[in-house]
Each structure stands twice: as structure tokens, then as C-alpha cells.
């Protein structure tokens, strides 16, 4: 029995020959188009190949051509099957043999045997005059791919600047009548302009929330900003990683009481003093325990521990008691809007951003980002189940403005 891969847009062709053939004992093995077929060819490597000549995307010539340009393939005899084109074309770009359709039913079987057997027919008259017209008309086609990339590379590269200006203005648009929105409420909070009722507590409480709210959103497109523009601006001066480290739990503390999640927290006492922009790494931070908040369960845990590394490295562990995250997603989480559970995010908000965002930081400040899943260790003496983030960053790095990317 032998394999026979066989290249035909038509069904009706396609039934036709797996009708003949596998009566004769060949298996058959089918593909629509030349470049599916190129592909299967390479992951089968039949006995014999049969192709149309008039086929989607690349055509039969370009197909043989191809094929003969594949070392494992190079034995294999291709024939021609095509109510289009002449023989001697055909056997001069590589084809073992022509098949004129209609197929005779009668005889294709013997004559397909023959091939497989080793037969091989011969272009007659200038082959070589006719090889160098097909390969310039192969070229012509080529180069015409090549303007129709160019030209859509163009366009999504417009598409792309676009989309950054878009990101750039409506943070600018949102951020600039927020502030003094902010200001007044603090005042009014307050009582600087006068005493509040309960009621009126509660609705000012209630716009302040929504207010945070909305900052959050707007510095997470600011965020987007940075990162498809590609830089990002550091501001470096002497902070204490420690304090970034509480000031980042105790903003997300709120948010895991709310949903009645454990927080167990390890922070040394004494001071970590290091170089850098905490403003950025404290964003980063929140980021991070924002992601671990939405993938735990109500009534689940988030550990967080601080500690040094060696001499000049500081870490930020984040675990989680959450669902954790398969292999073949964790190198892509870091990507820019790449989400794993679209579910949660509808649920509890988010654009995929937040490791990235981390790891350009903590990459930019010497460090870098690790998440295994489940948890490599315990952290804060807990071993949970679910995902461990790991922020690390170095204590006097480089000129973040130096790396950003």
C-alpha cells in the first residue's frame, strides 16, 4: 500500500480518486490547497504527490517547485492531474508526469501504479525556455505578494500610531478634569466647607470610590501608553523598598476584606534602602496583588513575604489560593492584554496589563519578574495552590532611563 498525498480544490475530483485508488489498496491522503498541501507533504512524506494545477493560494507549478526544493522530498514523483496547462510546462518545473482530466477511470489506477513503480516522463522540445518563463512568472507573482505585504504593513503600522495617539489624548482627556473633581471632594469629605449629614456622607463616600475607580482606569491606560510607545520615563532617588512593599498591601487590603480573602503578610522590620523610581514599582506591585485579588475565591488566601536576595537583590512574592495558571500559559501572561480567563476579567474589570507592566519595571530596575504555578515554595510560611509572582529588583541598579525599552 502505498501514500498517496493528493492536492485538489474540487470535491468531486477528490472522491473520485480516493474512489479509485483506494479500491486499488492506496491510502489517500487530501489537502485543498497548495499550501496546506506543502505542509502535509512535509509532515507525511508520501510516496507520490498528484496536483491540480489550478488550485487556491499557490498554484500547481509553485507547488512542484516548492516540493523540489525539500531535500526529504526530492525522490518523490509528482504528477500533474489538470483539465489546464501543458505537458511540456508541467514536466519542465519538476512534474514526473501530466494527467489530462477528464480522468479515464478505467485505466488511472494502472497508470498511477506505473509512477509509483518508478516511471517518469520527459518534456519535450525547449523545457529549459519553458522552465524560465514559468519561473518568471513565479517571481512576477512574488514580487506582487511583496507590494501587497509592504502596503499592509504600512496600514497596521498606521493602525498601531493611531491607536497610541488615541491612548495618549483620552488619558490626557479623563486625567486633567479629574483632579480638581478629587480636590473638592477632599474638601467636602472633610468638612472644610461645612458640616455633612449622614446622608450626604454616604452619597460623597460613594462618588469618592467611584472616583478611585476611574483613577484606576486612568492610570491603567496611562500604563498602556508607556507600553505600546515602548518607553516608559524613570524617575530615580533613594525610596525604602519596604515601605513601597506595605504602602502596596495596604491598598489592596480593601479590596481582599471585601471579598472576605485572607491576607497573610511577612514584611521585615528593619529598612531596605535602595535606588530607583518607587512610584513606578509601587504601581507594578499593586498590579500584582490586583491580579492575585481576582483569582482568588471568596473566602481563599493571598500570601505576600518580603525579603533580600544575596547582597544587592530585593523580592516581592505574591501567592494566591486560586486556580493557578497551565504551563503553556505562563510565558505568555507577561504579553501585553493576553488574558487567561476572560470570565474573571468580565467579572472583576482589568486589560491584561498588569504583569507586563511589572516586568518592564522590574526589568528596567535591574530585577525581573518569575511566576510558577503552583507555587515553587511557601510564602509567608504558607504553601498555597495557586500562582507565585515573584518581583525582584536590584538595590542600586543602572539608569532605569538607560533601559527603558
Given amino acids: 500500500m502505498a501514500r498517496v498525498l493528493h492536492i485538489e480544490d474540487d470535491p468531486n475530483n477528490r472522491r473520485l480518486v480516493q474512489k479509485l485508488l483506494g479500491a486499488a489498496g492506496h491510502q489517500v491522503i487530501e489537502a485543498e490547497g497548495g499550501v496546506e498541501g506543502i505542509q502535509l507533504a512535509r509532515e507525511i512524506e508520501p510516496d507520490l504527490v498528484l496536483v491540480d494545477i489550478n488550485i487556491p493560494d499557490l498554484d500547481g507549478y509553485e507547488v512542484t517547485l516548492r516540493l523540489?526544493?525539500?531535500?526529504?522530498?526530492?525522490?518523490?514523483?509528482?504528477?500533474a492531474i489538470t483539465a489546464e496547462g501543458d505537458r511540456d510546462s508541467t514536466l519542465a518545473?519538476?512534474?514526473?508526469?501530466?494527467?489530462?482530466?477528464?480522468?479515464?477511470?478505467?485505466?488511472?489506477?494502472?497508470?498511477?501504479?506505473?509512477?509509483l513503480g518508478?516511471?517518469?516522463?520527459?518534456?519535450?522540445?525547449?523545457?529549459?525556455?519553458?522552465?524560465?518563463?514559468?519561473?518568471?512568472?513565479?517571481v512576477e507573482r512574488l514580487e506582487k505578494k511583496i507590494v501587497e505585504l509592504s502596503e499592509t504593513n504600512q496600514r497596521l503600522e498606521d493602525v498601531a500610531r493611531l491607536r497610541r495617539e488615541f491612548l495618549q489624548n483620552v488619558s490626557h482627556e479623563l486625567a486633567t478634569p479629574m483632579t480638581p473633581v478629587v480636590g473638592y471632594l477632599r474638601l467636602l469629605l472633610n468638612e472644610e466647607l461645612g458640616p455633612l449629614t449622614d446622608l450626604q456622607r454616604k452619597c460623597l463616600?460613594?462618588?469618592?470610590?467611584s472616583t478611585e475607580r476611574l483613577r484606576s482606569v486612568v492610570d491603567t491606560l496611562l500604563d498602556v501608553s508607556s507600553l505600546e510607545t515602548g518607553r516608559m520615563h524613570y524617575y530615580t532617588r533613594e525610596y525604602d523598598f519596604?515601605?513601597?512593599?506595605?504602602?502596596?498591601?495596604?491598598?489592596i487590603r480593601p479590596k481582599l476584606e471585601e471579598r472576605d480573602v485572607s491576607l497573610i503578610e511577612r514584611v521585615p522590620d528593619e529598612p531596605m534602602p535602595a535606588q530607583g523610581d518607587p512610584d513606578k514599582l509601587l504601581r507594578a506591585m499593586v498590579h500584582v496583588l490586583d491580579n492575585a485579588s481576582k483569582f482568588t475565591p471568596t473566602g481563599g488566601e493571598v500570601a505576600v513575604a518580603v525579603r533580600r536576595q544575596g547582597e544587592d537583590d530585593f523580592?516581592?512574592?505574591?501567592?494566591?489560593?486560586?486556580?493557578?495558571?497551565?504551563?503553556?500559559?505562563?510565558?505568555?501572561i507577561m504579553e501585553p492584554f493576553y488574558?487567561?480567563?476572560g470570565s474573571v476579567t468580565r467579572d472583576h474589570g482589568g486589560v491584561g496589563l498588569g504583569l507586563a507592566f511589572?516586568?518592564?519595571?522590574?526589568?528596567?530596575?535591574?530585577?525581573?519578574?518569575?511566576?510558577?504555578?503552583?507555587?515553587?515554595?511557601a510564602v509567608a510560611e504558607r504553601q498555597l495552590s495557586g500562582t507565585l509572582v515573584e518581583l525582584r529588583v536590584c538595590r542600586s541598579p543602572e539608569r532605569p532611563e538607560a533601559q527603558a525599552t
Fill in 68 to 79: 523540489r526544493g525539500i531535500d526529504a522530498l526530492r525522490q518523490v514523483h509528482i504528477v
Fill in 93 to 115: 518545473v519538476g512534474c514526473d508526469g501530466f494527467i489530462a482530466k477528464p480522468i479515464d477511470a478505467a485505466h488511472f489506477a494502472d497508470t498511477i501504479g506505473q509512477f
Fill in 118 to 138: 518508478g516511471h517518469r516522463e520527459w518534456a519535450e522540445g525547449a523545457s529549459d525556455k519553458l522552465l524560465r518563463e514559468r519561473t518568471q512568472k513565479i
Fill in 205 to 209: 463616600s460613594s462618588i469618592d470610590a
Fill in 242 to 251: 519596604r515601605d513601597v512593599c506595605s504602602n502596596a498591601i495596604e491598598q
Fill in 315 to 332: 523580592v516581592f512574592e505574591v501567592a494566591d489560593s486560586g486556580p493557578g495558571v497551565r504551563p503553556e500559559h505562563i510565558a505568555r
Fill in 339 to 341: 488574558q487567561v480567563d
Fill in 358 to 377: 511589572a516586568r518592564r519595571v522590574t526589568e528596567a530596575l535591574g530585577g525581573g519578574i518569575e511566576i510558577s504555578s503552583p507555587p515553587a515554595g
